[in-house]
């Protein structure tokens, strides 16, 4: 079955830290870049960060540059956002993408509140 399964969310207090996975399964995972976006309630979905297809290459939203780490495990097939510092703001549903697949996970919830 081909599809991205998110997890690693959760509640944390604000300074705090939380690495999310994305597992992929069902196609050539490390032929492609991968993605994370998040949706915050009410909002607009972001993007977040991205990855080229060996982890060579990355990119980030200003909003979270310094603080979010994007890497993945070609040969364990799984994407990961190391999320540092972690804003009120950043709470959100965060959710991985493959634009060459046109595939989406289902989203994992991060709440960042004391």
């Known amino acids: 079955q081909v599809q991205l399964v998110e997890s690693g969310g959760g509640l944390v207090q604000p300074g705090g830290s939380l690495r999310l996975s994305c597992a992929g399964s069902?196609?050539?995972?490390?032929?492609?870049?991968l993605t994370w976006y998040r949706q915050a309630p009410g909002k607009e979905r972001e993007w977040v960060a991205r990855i080229s297809t060996d982890g060579s290459s990355t990119d980030y939203a200003d909003s979270v540059k310094g603080r979010f780490t994007i890497s993945r495990s070609n040969p364990k097939k799984v994407l990961y956002l190391q999320m540092d510092s972690l804003k009120p703001e950043d709470t959100a549903v965060y959710s991985c993408?493959?634009?060459?697949?046109?595939?989406w996970g289902r989203g994992t919830q991060v709440t960042v509140s004391s």
């Open positions: 069902g196609f050539s995972f490390s032929d492609y870049g």
């Open positions: 993408y493959c634009p060459g697949r046109l595939l």
